[in-house]
């Protein structure tokens, strides 16, 4: 995502910090999330289907970081998930890296 477009998806900056994102449904912060639960599904075999953004952070360094709470499902059951997202501005084929795990568990799916 561009900066400006990132930049949009602030409610309040906070130097160095993470902000609260704006809207969580807006299509470029779901383009985010489906890539990191992509990415996790490929390096783990795993088979979840993103459903909602629950919360989300933005943080600008030299990218974007998103730091999302997820629902996603695997089969029939639903679970809350957390990832991080860097987005490296000027990257030709979007995120550059993430990392996703299930809410309150070690780390899974490590990507950066």
Do not use: H
């Not at 629902?71 to 996703?100: C, M, Q």
Request: include cysteine.
């Amino acid at each position: 995502m561009a900066p400006a477009a990132a930049w949009e998806q602030c409610e309040e900056f906070i130097t160095g910090g993470y902000s609260p994102i704006k809207d969580i449904n807006d299509p470029q912060v779901t383009e985010i999330v489906n890539f990191a639960v992509t990415e996790y599904n490929k390096r783990t075999e795993a088979k979840l289907k993103f459903e909602k953004v629950i919360k989300g952070e933005i943080q600008f360094v030299e990218g974007t970081n998103y730091n999302v709470t997820l629902s996603a499902s695997n089969s029939s059951v639903s679970n809350t998930y957390e990832t991080v997202v860097y987005d490296l501005w000027g990257a030709s084929k979007g995120p550059f890296g993430s990392r996703i795990r299930r809410g309150g568990e070690g780390r899974e799916g490590e990507g950066f």
